[in-house]
């Protein structure tokens, strides 16, 4: 278990051979962690007796903590509370039984029945502890949510930001959550809805955004690029940064630089948008069979198929002055005055301005790099990264597929994703908390960090694509080191009819895996395929 955070009264700091922890909850200024066994640990501020766990309790399945009190569910269906000794917020309803969940924040507790019903309790100054068929609930600082069985959602208490004004037609529901003045709810398709306060965009991504496939981040603005390859942008909008232009499609990448954007198209050509103070969007006009682009502060990189690099826009350091003789690149990254290419032997040239220019001798396999404000980043081959310029790595990280690095500040920040899906954050800039993942964080696929922020997409085990080649079909799909995959096929989706493909379990490491069907197309018969994972 990790927690970070304020820890003014040592909330942050998990009691020494803590562990088998299935569940943690977090009050106002203290922590709780359920652990395998039953029973529960609670660290942090004591004033109400919200850390003293009451003698001999065991057998409980959940737990929720409010401000300054906690709350457990025992496996027999009834409800405990401690701290705030004979305050409303702990005195549970009497008779109360059948429990499934319990949610609690602030100073209100919901408890969700087995026949679908919401018992409530505690501070009611809005309305927030008081319906049938619900599966799921959720608190808020001062509202409440349930879902219902047939995916609706129904919100109520305090409403001065819109938290519980349900958008009109929100159906299809399968999670909903609540944060202090806003609500979010996750649809059966992935894609997520926000409403209520909005003032630091906690609700504005979601509505838009849908399945991404690639995304960057600038120093204020984001871009996504969708799974039918638009762009979404949003923050700061300036210079026009976070607006696409109107029509523009068919994108698989972008690059995000301190105030200008880029896009670059399936057939590859480039476009440019947002401030062009040092000719920034001003995209060569004859720049085509682009591969990959990167953008740094006010500069920005293309690379071609044939292994070349094009560079445009400030070069004030002699960023623009491609080295003679780079031919060979697969990779590209800016940094803020300086850039870096991985060439096809493994190994990386730079050029501009800092020591961050300074390749360390004998570098090789390398298969990634990342380019910050003031230091370097190389993924090699084996799973480790290699710093230069004014950097640190935390000891022991490893397993890495995937890296990235922050243009945003004097020092900035690093991102890196593991093989088994999950990431590993760090530098010298921590002021706007962009080394703090969030908890449960995996199955990420990829990573991008940029000014004060770092974003990651998520994938769902599925196959991803399928392509025909002769009488096979290939199957394509993203692993995760620890866990076995294995493709299977039906000819109706009925239970049973499912068959295992001869050769068709893979171990995960962390990359794309292919499955080959040899038999897809020798018959009249169509195939539905589907993909389980299990540790190995």
């Known amino acids: 278990m990790i927690a970070w955070g304020d820890n003014l009264y040592l909330q942050a700091l998990v009691p020494p051979g803590l562990s088998n922890v299935i569940a943690v909850a977090a009050g106002q200024q203290h922590s709780l962690a359920l652990r395998s066994d039953g029973t529960t640990v609670a660290w942090g501020r004591n004033n109400y007796g919200q850390t003293t766990v009451p003698a001999g309790l065991s057998n409980l399945v959940a737990i929720a903590a409010g401000n300054s009190y906690c709350v457990g569910l025992r496996d027999d269906g009834t409800v405990i509370t401690w701290g705030l000794p004979g305050s409303i917020q702990t005195t549970v309803p009497p008779g109360l039984s059948n429990v499934v969940a319990i949610a609690s924040k602030g100073n209100h507790t919901l408890a969700l029945k087995n026949d679908g019903t919401v018992v409530g309790w505690g501070f009611n100054t809005y309305g927030q502890t008081g319906l049938s068929n619900v599966v799921a609930i959720a608190a808020g600082l001062s509202h409440s949510m349930a879902l219902r069985n047939d995916g609706t959602v129904v919100a109520w208490g305090r409403n001065n930001f819109g938290q519980t004004n349900v958008p009109v037609g929100l159906s299809n529901i399968v999670a909903i959550s609540g944060g202090v003045d806003h609500s979010l709810a996750l649809r059966n398709d992935g894609t997520l809805t926000g409403w209520g306060d909005n003032r630091y965009a906690q609700t504005t991504a979601p509505h838009v955004l849908g399945r991404c496939i690639a995304v960057a981040v600038g120093l204020g603005h984001n871009l996504a690029v969708k799974n039918d390859g638009t762009v979404v942008g949003w923050g700061d909008d300036t210079f026009g940064q976070a607006t696409p232009p109107v029509a523009l499609s068919n994108v698989v990448a972008v690059a995000a630089g301190w105030s200008n954007s880029l896009a670059l198209r399936g057939d590859g050509t480039v476009v440019g948008w947002g401030n062009n103070s040092y000719g920034q969007t001003n995209v060569p006009a004859d720049l085509a069979d682009v591969v990959a682009i990167s953008a740094g502060p006010f500069h920005c990189l293309a690379l071609r198929t ?86 640190f790595i935390p000891a022991g990280l490893s397993n890495f597929v995937a890296i990235a690095t922050a243009v945003g500040s004097s020092h900035g920040h690093n991102v890196a994703l593991k093989n088994d899906g999950t990431v590993a954050a760090w530098g010298w800039d921590t002021s706007h908390a962009q080394t703090n993942l969030p908890a449960g964080l995996n199955n990420v696929v990829t990573i991008a960090a940029g000014g004060y922020r770092s974003l990651a997409i998520t994938a769902k085990l599925r196959i991803s694509s399928v392509e025909s080649s002769g009488q096979n079909q290939l199957l394509h799909f993203r692993t995760f080191s620890g866990q076995l995959y294995t493709v299977e096929y039906s000819p109706d989706l009925t239970p049973g009819s499912w068959t295992e493909l001869p050769g068709g379990s893979v171990p995960g490491d962390g990359y794309d895996a292919t499955v080959v069907d040899t038999n897809a197309l020798s018959g009249a018969q169509k195939r539905f395929y589907r993909t389980k994972a299990s540790p190995p």
């Open 306 to 391: 044939n292994g070349s690099v094009v560079a445009w826009g400030d070069n004030g350091s002699g960023q623009t002055n491609v080295p003679i003789g780079v031919t060979d690149a697969i990779a590209i990254a800016a940094g803020s005055q300086y850039n870096l290419a991985l060439r096809s032997g493994g190994t990386v040239i730079a050029w501009g301005s800092g020591s961050q220019t300074n390749v360390p001798a004998g570098l090789s396999n390398v298969v990634a790099i990342a380019a910050g404000y003031i230091h370097s980043l190389a993924l090699q081959q084996n799973g480790t990264v290699v710093k230069w310029g004014d950097a």
